[in-house]
């Protein structure tokens, strides 16, 4: 049985930039997918085909049930959208942002009163309630946009990056919300580039790149798949790191690799803790002092360097650059 979102070989062309090349989704019912990808992958334009927003040139999408493409008002009443770019209304105060997306979705005027009041309590904006939206911070305008997709507390949501800009206290609390509305049976598609948030909230991982499912599991799953515990050692000095590095070789399983501006050296290694034990071993023999020495396990981070070619950080940098590892391969296949 399909899930509560299905799709099925999406693709989106923008003039000769091929947005989505064939994407393939299935979210279960009352879980939640993380979508994760460098920018450009075609992350909201997946948000926006599925969510009616752009129509997809091919494939085809069902969410709760519904046709996309040959229903998109029932669609639109069974979703809940909130935008990488807020869609809140500037001159209006929160309060009077919430009540509104509740009288557009027919709530009695009580209830979408209600409703807004305890969004404001539980997204912090008790205090700004009846500001003008303008003067929110770019943090509240988020929490506002947020806030406002909840209000009619719809079966299916999508969220494209709903924590970018927020601070950690603040991104902490909306993962509360988050797990609290899944539990309650509300499927979820969210977009992010704080691999950590996939991490901590997603059932399922698919990773994006050039329009198309590159990889796709549990987080355990993918860091399995991307394998390699790794011993680091900071050396004291910096006079150390050759002879480090040399023994650091003979234990791993490749080559040391050396960071010298903060005199770290990281080496592949099998063997875990017994290992790591015997070249803490060699090297206090050979009066190598360490600041710091560990066993390092794959993170998120190392899934999506070895997937993608970047972490998800230096694809943002990089990308502003507007010179990636990506955008090269992007202009070489197009070539
Ligand atoms: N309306 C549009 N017109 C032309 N090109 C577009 C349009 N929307 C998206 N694109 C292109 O489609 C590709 C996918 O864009 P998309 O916004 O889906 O990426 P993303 O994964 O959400 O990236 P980000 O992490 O930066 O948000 C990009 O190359 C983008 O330039
Ligand atoms: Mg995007």
């Given amino acids: 049985m399909p899930g509560a979102i299905h799709a099925e070989g999406l693709v989106k062309t923008f003039g000769d930039v091929r947005a989505l090349d064939g994407v393939d989704l299935d979210v279960p019912e009352g879980t939640v997918l993380g979508l994760l990808g460098p920018n450009g992958a075609g992350k909201t334009t997946t948000v926006r085909c599925l969510t009616t927003l752009l129509r997809p040139d091919s494939g085809t999408a069902t969410v709760a049930g519904i046709d996309v493409i040959k229903h998109p008002d029932a669609v639109r009443r069974s979703v809940g959208l909130s935008g990488q770019f807020a869609a809140v209304d500037e001159y209006l105060t929160g309060r009077e942002n919430l009540q509104m997306v509740g009288q557009l979705y027919q709530m009695r005027a009580r209830e979408a009163k209600r409703r807004a009041a305890e969004l404001l309590e539980q997204f912090h904006l008790v205090e700004a309630a009846d500001r003008p939206a303008k003067t929110y911070s770019g943090g509240m305008r988020r929490r506002l946009d947020l806030a406002a997709a909840l209000v009619v507390r719809p079966p299916v949501m999508f969220m494209d990056e709903p924590t970018t800009g927020l601070d950690p206290r603040n991104r902490q609390q909306l993962w509360g919300v988050i797990k609290q509305l899944v539990s309650g049976g509300t499927t979820l598609l969210l977009t992010t580039q704080y691999l950590e948030e996939a991490d901590h909230l997603a059932h399922e991982i698919c990773v994006v790149d050039h329009g198309r499912v590159i990889a796709r599991g549990t987080s355990d799953q993918l860091k399995a798949r991307t394998g390699g515990e ?86 943002t940098e990089e990308s502003a650059a507007g010179d990636t590892e990506a955008g090269r391969r992007t202009k070489e296949t197009a070539k």
């Fill in 230 to 315: 790794r011993v680091e050692v900071v050396v004291h000095e910096r006079a150390h790191i050759t002879a480090a590095a040399e023994i650091l070789s003979g234990f791993g399983k490749g080559e040391a690799t050396v960071e010298e501006h903060t005199r770290k050296l990281t080496v592949p290694v099998t063997g875990g803790a017994k290992l790591l034990a015997e070249i803490i071993r060699e090297l206090d023999a050979r009066g190598i002092e360490m600041d710091d020495v560990g066993l390092r396990r794959p993170t998120l981070d190392d899934v999506f360097l070895s997937l993608t070619g970047h972490t998800a950080e230096e694809t």
